[in-house]
């Protein structure tokens, strides 16, 4: 198991991860639009502050999730993804654990933050078994075929 640089040759997984409008918007929000492709991810992980990452877990690729430089000690978790066939196991809470503890010893984080759609209970969980804590809500700044879906913003100090 192990969190690894993404790379281009990635790019193919992950575009048949993301197959509806909808999935894109809750796994990218406004960043992408669908249907996802290889220059859309190239030029937003070619910027100097978009860390990807591929969780691998017996030489499979699992999920993906980024780190976004906010500041020289802040990180924002972006874009977290885990495959179907990895979803209900605790492949996400492991990931993000390994996310945690790059971002602290690699990058010397010492605040990490997030944004996660209201509506998605099994990754608020998530994030809140890993200790982090809603800092504040947005209503009506997304939505999403008509449906306005809230937005909660999440963080824990390392």
Same mark, same amino acid.
């Given at each position: 198991m192990?969190l690894?640089a993404?790379?281009? #040759?990635?790019?193919d997984? =992950?575009?048949?991860?993301i197959?509806s409008e909808?999935?894109? *918007?809750q796994?990218g $929000?406004?960043?992408f639009?669908?249907?996802?492709d %290889? ?5 937003h992980c %070619?910027?100097?502050?978009? /860390?990807p990452?591929?969780?691998?877990i017996s030489?499979k690729?699992a999920? *993906?999730v980024?780190? /976004?430089?906010?500041?020289?000690s802040?990180f924002r978790i ?9 979803r $209900?196991? $605790? ?8 996310l945690? #503890?790059?971002?602290k #010893?690699? *990058?010397?984080?010492s ?8 509506r998605?209970l099994?990754?608020?969980?998530? *994030? #809140?078994?890993? $200790?982090?804590?809603?800092?504040s809500?947005e209503s009506?700044?997304?939505?999403f075929?008509g449906?306005?879906?809230? =937005?909660?913003?999440m963080?824990?100090?390392l």
């Amino acid at each position: 198991m192990e969190l690894r640089a993404f790379k281009k #040759e990635d790019h193919d997984v =992950l575009i048949e991860w993301i197959d509806s409008e909808k999935l894109n *918007y809750q796994w990218g $929000g406004p960043t992408f639009e669908f249907p996802l492709d %290889s220059v859309q991810i190239s030029k937003h992980c %070619s910027q100097t502050k978009v /860390f990807p990452f591929i969780f691998v877990i017996s030489g499979k690729s699992a999920g *993906y999730v980024e780190l /976004f430089r906010v500041s020289a000690s802040h990180f924002r978790i972006c874009r977290v993804f885990i495959s179907d066939s990895f979803r $209900g196991n $605790g492949a996400s809470k492991l990931m993000l654990h390994k996310l945690v #503890e790059l971002a602290k #010893e690699k *990058y010397s984080a010492s605040l990490l933050s997030l944004a996660v759609f209201e509506r998605n209970l099994v990754a608020r969980n998530c *994030y #809140e078994s890993l $200790g982090f804590t809603v800092t504040s809500s947005e209503s009506g700044s997304r939505s999403f075929d008509g449906e306005i879906w809230g =937005l909660l913003r999440m963080e824990k100090r390392l």
